[in-house]
């Protein structure tokens, strides 16, 4: 296992302006860095399928075939499979930031610990993953 990208947690109330800090933040750093509003993902596959998109279209070629790689994704050990046959390129570094992260916890809770993991399960360049939530 690599070593962890560092986990931000960010907690605070509603309209406090986290994301709004945290999307200044992405758009000022020199890494590409993938927004996901967790309210938007309906179900966990949602989200495994939009950061695999998101992480494939930095890649120098994807070593699976085209095919497997339009397949839905509905586990997390698929996702971890499909970001490991990713070809990163060694210089380029990726920021996640998933806003409403309760959402994803209340959908499956053993899903989420696992997916604040990914930096250290897969060949990437993760820099950072930055997680939002508001306290009710």
Same mark, same amino acid.
């Given at each position: ?6 986990? /931000? ?8 302006? @986290? ?10 750093? @020199?890494?590409?860095?993938?927004? /996901? ?13 939009? /950061? ?5 279209? $930095? ?22 499979? @499909? ?10 570094? /990726? ?39 508001? $306290?009710?």
């Amino acid at each position: 296992l690599q070593s962890a990208a560092p986990l /931000i947690f960010l907690n605070g109330p509603a309209d406090s302006g @986290k994301t709004s800090l945290l999307k200044c933040l992405s758009q000022s750093t @020199k890494f590409s860095s993938l927004y /996901i509003d967790s309210l938007e993902c309906i179900t966990m596959s949602v989200l495994y399928e939009r /950061i695999i998109a998101f992480v494939s279209s $930095f890649s120098r070629r994807n070593r699976t075939d085209t095919n497997s790689s339009l397949k839905p994704c509905s586990t997390i050990s698929e996702m971890i499979i @499909k970001l490991s046959s990713v070809d990163w390129p060694e210089d380029h570094k /990726i920021v996640l930031f998933v806003d409403e992260a309760e959402r994803l916890f209340q959908l499956d809770s053993n899903s989420f610990s696992v997916l604040l993991r990914i930096p250290e399960m897969v060949n990437g360049n993760f820099e950072c993953f930055l997680v939002l939530s508001s $306290f009710s």
